[in-house]
């Protein structure tokens, strides 16, 4: 097999958060070019309908002139961020313009490295063909199961099982600079569907990983919905408790209507900072909003926050930890940062967000 067996976080050569915080520039920027999928499945808060639809949330695609105010406004960061990570709640792929939005944020000079996180649904070789030559330096792609059966049974969807196959044989041969990695919750596979899923994708990608389900959305019980208990962190590790988020510290996430969340899990809207359609990304990063929930975890208060208290993201699939370095932080971070009496924190309120038309 060609591939490392290795998940797709990196865990080597991660930068020490606790002698870097609070940063000036962010080191990830999440960009949901849809927050729509075309997938309904039963371990992912999209896939549920009658949620998504209770929470008001936009469902669509992000329009490229929003898009490109958004790269336009890394240039008043005094460096450029690390990662474009162009996924959040649904396909990419759904977002005709994405070949666009890759080729525009390498243009700016202001991202270093863009990668993007697919259901393969829609992996064929011209649209790939269109992201390479833009310029994409990652493809995550979900596997979902290893037969068209498993695929309705899990997704709801119709699915070519045996052409995805082929279109990422094609993208491997094809990627030039572009890394693969290929992953699939173990919980869907059957006895002897790893080795299964190992042999078919193995020599097709530069990564493969078996992730287990995590409880890592807020508000949303994946045991519930799915009827498998968990035992394990996602990527197999132990199951560890954490206190602080390390994530608002580093990166931020734009929905597709252009509203800003503090966390890429924010499926219900309910950690809202910003809109970057009427707001630059630096005075969402430093506002008010984003540093009364940092404030509020450094103060070992997270448990107090309705929605970041019910988080598994930081006990199944953190691979920070700046727990110990709490207090010398929040000493740190109130040198030199200056919050107004009342500062609404986000996610206290905690209520349903009203439904947003992008502009």
Known sequence: MKAQVKPRI????????????PLATPFIIFVDPASACNFSCSFCPTGH???????????????????????????AFDKPIKVLRLYKDGEPFLNKNLAEMIRYAKASGRVEYIDT?????????QRMAELLEA?????????DGMSNAQYREFTGF????????????????????????????????????????????GDHCDRIFIENFAPCWPEFDVEEHTGFKITE??????IKPTDT????????SVNSDGQVSSCFLDWGRK???????????????TGDAMNALRLQHLRGQRGNNPVCSQCGQLSHCLPDNIDPWREELLARFQEKVSLPDGAPIPGMSARRVVPVVPA
């Open 135 to 143: 310029g994409l330096d990652k493809i995550n792609i979900s596997v």
């Open 245 to 252: 988020c390390p994530y608002i510290f580093y990166a931020m």
């Open 117 to 125: 996180t697919t259901n393969g649904s829609l992996l064929t070789p």
């Open 10 to 21: 990196n865990l080597e050569g991660r930068t020490p958060l606790q002698e870097v915080i």
């Open 49 to 75: 309908s009658d949620m998504i639809k209770d929470t008001g949330r936009y469902q669509g695609v992000l329009k490229l002139d929003v898009y490109k105010k958004i790269i336009d406004d890394l240039d």
């Open 271 to 285: 950690l809202l900072i910003g809109d970057a359609r009427k707001q630059s990304l630096r005075e969402i990063w």
């Open 158 to 201: 119709d699915f070519d099982f045996d052409q995805f196959v082929s279109n990422v044989r094609w993208l491997y041969q094809n990627k030039g600079d572009c890394e693969v990695l290929i992953k699939i919750p173990g919980e869907l596979l059957q006895e002897g569907q790893r080795e299964q899923f190992l042999q078919t994708f």
């Open 233 to 238: 962190g996602i990527y197999q590790q132990p």
